[in-house]
């Protein structure tokens, strides 16, 4: 299957710093990337969606501003929380897939390994 | 909203016994996925059925997807101790592109 990768793997970081999150499609071309949040011993949360070239996608309640999302090329998309608080702290995990906008339902999502934050 | 409901939220088995978990969409589906996620891992993708009535096997696994793409299940047969983990099921409409996922169901097999 594809592979996706994630870096860092965990980081921990003091309240109000900025933190980046990498996210890259090592075998396959990602048109489409996911960020999801997942809280401990809960399901996966839709963060938002970016295409390469184009602005993300975030789900309602997900400020953009503090969840800055860049997707650059077809291999590689970043996540970055800005000015980090405690409650930021979760388990990050990007997917890639090689849907395209325009066309219906969804393609299978390929998940990165993920990042643990703890923001102190 | 869309929404998949996803039951049980806990499963604990002997070793040697069967699993099932359940998932249920309120709104047809267009497709729907199965992850497996190991404590401390990322979901990995197990499968996908988009048939209507479509039945897949895995070596133990048995996935299933209902006659009216509404609902889904995948059974374990003699569960193993590296079943271990949560397993999730993901439903695709064909009016997003994105992937809802059920609440998961966390199975624990005692050896």
């Known amino acids: 299957g594809a592979v996706v990768s994630q870096h860092p793997s965990r980081v921990i970081c003091k309240s109000g710093t900025s933190v980046k999150i990498e996210c890259r499609s090592l075998d396959f071309q990602a048109t489409t990337m996911f960020w999801y949040r997942q809280f401990p011993k809960q399901s996966l949360m839709l963060m938002a969606t970016?295409?390469?070239?184009?602005?993300?996608?975030?789900e309602q309640g997900v400020e953009k501003d503090k969840f800055l999302i860049n997707h650059a090329s077809l291999t590689l998309s970043t996540l970055t929380v800005t000015s980090a608080h405690p409650e930021d702290s979760s388990f990050y995990i990007c997917?890639?897939?090689?849907?395209?906008?325009?066309?219906?339902?969804?393609?299978?999502?390929?998940f990165g390994p993920g990042t643990r934050l703890t923001v102190l | 909203g869309q929404q998949v409901m996803q039951i049980p939220q806990y499963q604990h088995v002997q070793e040697g016994e069967d699993f099932t978990t359940y998932c249920n969409s309120s709104?047809?589906?267009?497709?729907i996925q199965w992850y497996k996620q190991r404590p401390g891992g990322h979901p990995v993708f197990l499968i996908q059925l988009v048939k209507s009535g479509e039945v897949k096997k895995q070596k133990r696994l048995t996935f299933q997807f209902g006659e009216a793409k509404k609902n889904s299940s995948l059974h374990i047969t003699a569960t193993q101790t590296t079943d271990v983990g949560t397993y999730f099921c993901a439903g695709a409409f064909d009016s997003s592109y994105k992937l809802i996922f059920g609440s998961g169901t966390r199975l624990l097999v005692r050896p």
């Open positions: 709104t047809t589906l267009s497709n």
């Open positions: 970016s295409n390469e070239g184009s602005k993300a996608t975030y």
């Open positions: 997917s890639a897939s090689s849907w395209v906008w325009g066309t219906r339902g969804s393609d299978t999502q390929y």
